[in-house]
């Protein structure tokens, strides 16, 4: 049977494996497509997919990638900016949304994705990380399914599987470590772009390569784990894991360690998220266990990466801390990857802002978006 799924974010890495599990599998149709302003790979993803409607953020864009399709037979509909985004996270022809934009821009399109009673694929974590506690409540009012595409989370999700109401003892949330696993803070004064931008396992886009690099990605993976999974900070803890083959496990009260294990590719994490509970073909090479002989586990050096423990103080404060924590990392990120700040820069001025900031402790949507532009406002001071 076929589904039909609408992805915001198809120009990015997330979006583009989506669209190869589709490629692949021949039966799912897509609706609806949402980039940011690569109007190039867009146009070309219109053409292979041939979906009812697109939406290019910027407005510039979306005019330009207009007089490409008006020469065309494509009758693909345009729309831009917050507008087009809603209206492709609700098409009605699409019952499965994957949300995979980068940023606090996926809110808005999530909560009426989930109003209108879409399924949601979600691969952004700032969606969870600052509005978890209006998302949860609201997908468990439409009785809508929350699917995660995050490789941890959904290894997390698939090891909680056929064990509903057994007590689980902790989450154990694995991480790589990143390109500067066991430097020094020393060292980690002389990085420069191109070093961070190397991950030594995972082909990601430049945003979440630096977060992992510095941890930010790991913290910010355990403040979604806390809403995807209904857990307290307490019972998550990071494992790093440098092969990045077992991807996260549960341990159970009965001291029972439940892990999902495969090849370090994030169309695993996609196909199942667009087909559960029923699993597909492979997505890439199988695992040999002969070629890994052995497998390693660390504690990370939260001295060294500081930005870990930050993520849990933000989770412990709760309210607006998470948002504050998640938009200052974005805006120090984008500096950085711009050469306008140091690579170190980017903890402290997560650091910074969290000191300045007072909590809100129950954020409305409004709310969030203006503690966002607030730490902007600080920071480009």
């Given at each position: 049977m076929m589904k039909h799924i609408s992805i915001l974010g198809?120009?990015?890495s997330i979006g583009t494996q989506t669209l190869d599990v589709v490629r692949t599998n021949r039966d799912i149709k897509v609706e609806a497509l949402a980039a940011g302003k690569n109007v190039a790979l867009l146009l070309e993803q219109i053409k292979e997919f041939q979906p009812r409607l697109v939406c290019v953020y910027d407005a510039g864009k979306a005019k330009e990638l207009e007089i490409l399709l008006a020469d065309s037979q494509i009758k693909t509909e345009v729309m831009t900016g917050m507008e087009g985004l809603l209206a492709c996270a609700t098409i009605p022809e699409a019952e499965m949304v994957v949300t995979a934009f980068v940023g606090m821009i996926g809110i808005r399109p999530t909560i009426e994705a989930i109003k209108a009673g879409k399924e949601i694929a979600l691969a952004n974590k700032e969606t969870l990380v600052t509005a978890g506690h209006i998302i949860m409540p609201l997908a468990q009012e439409k009785n809508v399914t929350i699917l995660p595409v995050d490789s941890e989370h959904s290894a997390i999700f698939q090891s909680l599987q056929g064990n509903a109401g057994n007590a689980v003892h902790r989450i154990l949330l694995t991480a790589s470590g990143?390109?500067?696993r066991g430097k020094s803070k020393e060292e980690l004064q002389k990085v420069q772009v191109e070093d961070a931008l190397k991950h030594p396992n995972w082909t990601m886009g430049r945003k979440i390569t630096i977060d992992s690099s510095t941890l930010v990605n790991k913290g910010l993976e355990v403040i979604e784990a806390k809403w995807l999974f209904g857990v307290e900070a307490e019972k998550i803890e990071v494992v790093v894991h440098p092969q990045s083959i077992i991807h996260s496990m549960i341990e159970y009260e009965d001291g029972a360690v439940i892990a999902q294990l495969g090849t370090p590719d994030m169309k695993l994490p996609i196909q199942y998220a667009l087909y559960y509970p029923e699993r597909k073909g492979p997505t890439s090479e199988r695992l040999d266990f002969y070629k890994l002989r052995s497998l390693e586990f660390y504690k990370p050096d939260t001295e060294v990466f500081p930005a870990l423990s930050m993520a849990y103080e933000a989770l412990q404060q709760g309210g607006s801390m998470?948002?504050?924590y998640n938009a200052a990392n974005e805006w120090a990120v984008a500096a950085f990857l711009?050469?306008?700040?140091?690579?170190?820069?980017?903890?402290?001025?997560?650091?910074?802002?969290?000191?300045?900031?007072?909590?809100?402790?129950n954020p409305s949507l409004e709310e969030i978006l203006a503690t966002e532009q607030e730490v902007y406002r600080r920071l480009e001071k």
């Open positions: 198809s120009t990015g990143g390109p500067f998470p948002t504050v711009d050469r306008k700040i140091r690579y170190t820069d980017i903890v402290e001025c997560i650091r910074r802002e969290m000191a300045a900031h007072a909590v809100i402790k």
